[in-house]
């Protein structure tokens, strides 16, 4: 009788493990859904210098100089923090560019889940800064980004 449940364990333990290989990919957003969520306006707030929003196709090349959204100051700024939210089942790369008068910072994330709320960037930069650039170059599936620029003016 041993016999017999031992090998249905296995098969059960094997299967098991098969399946787990093969987890499911990303499943494609709905467009209309992801259109209603890049018109919405994103956070406002006293300390909200810039919020910047793209859409990005899987496969999509956008890892140039200058690729993704820039946000030009008109006077320079102190910038806190950067946080960054996605659409979708997505999961991407973020690079963000802080530019100032003396320094050009990078900071980023890979492999951030959107599914998994926000993404903080260590963005403390006290500098006088002038510009903040932020790029998705990577996505499994097409899906939309939001960055908040959060710091003071002067």
Known sequence: MHLRVVPVA???VLSGAALSACAPSPAEPDRDALQAWVQDP??????????LTATVEAGAEVDGPGDGVIVDFPSPVAVDRIEFTCFGE???SIEAEIAGRSLTRGVGAEGARCDEGTVALDADYQAEVSS???NVPQTDVATA???TVYGAEG
């Open 10 to 12: 296995v098969a059960l």
């Open 145 to 147: 980004w939001r960055a």
């Open 42 to 51: 994103g956070t406002e707030g006293a300390d909200v210098l810039a919020s």
């Open 132 to 134: 903040v650039r932020v």
């Open 90 to 92: 997505a999961t991407v």
